[in-house]
């Protein structure tokens, strides 16, 4: 299927997207306070705009209906006086002459003239006082020029005899207009000056506090300092500023971590690294030399590689596990606990064959990833080996989701207990045996990862027990559908 080309859309859609590029052209030359200055004026020029149409319209059919009322009452007073007499035409246009008002008598088959034969009253008859005259319509109001001046006639008939037509000039009407155009165009201007720039002011005071945060960022990453902004008021630039704060926080929290988890790295890596190095200029030396190796002595090099090796896999492998901050997968396997439990026990029992594990194991169903957590168990238990005597006893319990690994060994001091799941974190008497401090942070991960949690209780002296919890696999869908 070929693309669709340019000349091939419809030509109102090309005109549109003309329309719409060129407006971004436009408003992309403004900054957002000009832009909000420039809506608000728009706005209100459109507002005062409107009210001043609707005013001077209304004014407008005000003072035409005030005269139309006061014509139809001056001419069904002349016809009600009596003083129309078809048989004296002059003398009725005696009568009825003013000063202000043009007059027409409309007999069926000619117009009685006033007094002077004006000629502007020959253009005070249509087809419209002739309607009247003939009895078709009751009355009628109009607007006209005469003789070069804006006149309002109004139609009355006469019983009998015709109809009485009245013309009025409105130029009195059309000056008080005029002065209420000019009036309403300077007030809607000096609203639009007032508007535009209150707008201005309003834009400019409004976003100062995006001011700031685009300084802020800007420092940022010019500087590389994360320096919070300071905040003022309750308002949404005030809960951005404080988001856009956390945001620095939890910026500086992840990055110390990542210079701590580096540096502790890096000093784990260093023992093994700096006996890999002796053993290998160790052989180096003897294979320069002229004196044979020992046998005993090259097996016990090559077996202090080989564990120093196996210890940098582990180290490595734990850190790329500590590394993954992504969630579980999108599809997650379901899994027996207790199942998991039983393959970790298999595991430690072919890496410590004298150890003695007392086990209660109870089905518990789960969702996730079960060789995660048979590898945070397995670390559980790689502790509790660890650290508990050659005739000592493991009991692990498995009740309701909850893991019970217990161990005989000297327990935890104190100061100890709140820093035990940390990465690296080893205690005084934990630096002199095997270990990179990684194991129970990697069980917490696990358990935290599942939903779930671990904790950790010791008497110094007494041995320790650890625990870690897994929601069920109904518990789990519903923590999983709460955190989406």
């Given at each position: ?10 030509p ?77 035409y ?30 502007v ?24 020029m ?93 809960r ?106 298999e595991?430690?029992?072919r ?15 789960f ?46 001091a ?11 974190y ?14 129970l ?5 696990a ?25 069920r696999?109904?518990?789990r ?8």
């Amino acid at each position: 299927m070929q693309p669709e080309r340019p000349q091939d859309r419809d030509p109102k859609d090309n005109r549109r997207a003309q329309i719409q590029k060129s407006l971004q052209r436009l408003t992309s030359k403004f900054s957002l306070a000009s832009r909000i200055a420039l809506l608000t004026t728009l706005a209100t020029t459109l507002i005062l705009g409107s009210v001043s149409c609707v005013l001077y319209a209304l004014v407008r059919d005000e003072l035409e209906g005030s005269l139309d009322e006061s014509m139809l009452r001056r001419a069904n007073a002349a016809v009600a006086s009596g003083i129309i007499d078809s048989g004296n035409y002059n003398a009725t246009s005696q009568l009825l002459q003013l000063a202000d008002v043009k007059i027409a008598v409309l007999v069926p088959g000619r117009v009685l003239e006033p007094v002077g034969r004006d000629p502007v009253a020959r253009a005070l008859i249509t087809s419209t006082e002739i309607g009247v005259a003939g009895g078709q319509t009751n009355s009628s109001t109009r607007s006209a020029m005469l003789d070069g001046d804006h006149y309002r006639i109004v139609a009355i008939p006469v019983e009998g005899r015709g109809a009485l037509v009245f013309a009025q000039s409105t130029e009195s009407i059309f000056v008080t207009l005029d002065r209420l155009a000019v009036l309403l165009l300077l007030t809607s201007a000096v609203g639009i000056a007032v508007s535009g720039a209150a707008g201005w002011a309003v834009a400019r005071n409004g976003l100062r506090p995006v001011r700031r945060l685009t300084a802020a960022t800007e420092q940022v990453t010019r500087t590389q300092q994360l320096t919070p902004v300071p905040v003022y008021g309750q308002d949404e630039l005030a809960r951005l500023g404080t988001s856009f704060n956390a945001m620095l926080m939890a910026l500086d929290a992840s990055r110390s971590q990542q210079s701590q988890l580096v540096a502790d790295a890096g000093h784990e890596l260093k023992t093994p690294l700096t006996s890999l190095r002796t053993n290998i200029e160790l052989l180096a030396q003897m294979a320069a030399s002229s004196r044979p190796i020992d046998g005993t002595a090259s097996a016990e090099i090559f077996s202090d590689v080989q564990a120093q090796i196996e210890e940098m896999s582990t180290l490595v492998g734990d850190l790329v596990e500590l590394a993954r901050e992504e969630p579980l997968p999108r599809g997650p396997e379901p899994g027996d606990f207790a199942i998991v439990v039983e393959r970790a026990i298999e595991r430690v029992r072919r890496r410590s064959p004298g150890a003695t594990f007392s086990v209660e194991l109870e089905p518990w169903e789960f969702f996730g990833e079960p060789h995660l957590l048979e590898r945070a168990v397995t670390n559980l238990l790689d502790n509790a080996v660890k650290w508990s005597p050659l005739d000592g006893e493991i009991g692990i319990r498995l009740r309701a989701g909850e893991l019970s690994v217990t161990d005989q060994g000297p327990g935890i001091a104190a100061n100890d207990l709140p820093h035990v799941f940390e990465r690296f974190y080893r205690s005084a008497e934990a630096r002199t045996m095997p270990g990179s401090g990684l194991g129970l942070a990697i069980a917490k991960r696990a358990a935290e990862r599942h939903g779930g949690s671990v904790a950790v209780s010791s008497v110094h002296g007494s041995g320790s027990e650890f625990r870690m919890s897994i929601p069920r696999i109904s518990e789990r869908a519903i923590v999983s559908s709460q955190a989406d």
